[in-house]
C-alpha cells in the first residue's frame, strides 16, 4: 500500500495564497477580526506566499530586516505607513468602504 504524502496546513494556505484573488480577500477577513495581530499574521503569510525576500523587502520599503520581522511579528505594533509600504511591495493596497449596516 503506497503511503499519501500529507501536505499540512501551512503549505496549502501559501499554495493558496499566490492567487492575488485570494490573498487579497485572505487579508481583507484578517481586517476583519477583532484582534489586530491576526492581520500582522495574515500579512506575513502573504508576504512569505509571494516568495518575498525580506532582504529585498527591506530595501523596496526603506526599512531595516530587522523592522521588517518586527512588523510581521505577532507583537509587532506597526505604524500605518509601514502596512501601506509593505502591502505596497508586495502588490495590494487599503482601501476604505462603507461598513454595510
Known amino acids: 500500500m503506497k503511503k499519501k ?3 499540512d496546513y501551512q503549505e496549502r494556505l501559501l499554495k493558496k495564497l499566490s ?3 485570494f490573498a487579497a480577500e485572505y487579508l481583507n477577513q484578517a481586517l476583519v477580526d477583532e484582534d489586530p495581530r491576526m492581520f ?3 500579512l506575513k503569510n502573504v508576504v512569505e506566499a509571494q ?3 525580506i532582504t529585498a523587502l527591506s530595501k523596496e520599503t526603506n526599512s531595516t530586516r530587522t523592522s ?3 512588523i510581521l511579528s505577532v507583537k509587532g505594533n506597526p505604524k500605518f505607513t509601514n502596512l501601506i509600504s509593505l502591502l505596497d ?3 495590494f493596497e487599503v482601501e476604505i468602504k462603507p461598513k454595510h449596516k
Open 40 to 42: 500582522l499574521l495574515a
Open 19 to 21: 492567487d492575488e484573488e
Open 68 to 70: 521588517i520581522y518586527r
Open 51 to 53: 516568495g518575498e525576500d
Open 5 to 7: 504524502r500529507l501536505i
Open 89 to 91: 511591495s508586495v502588490g
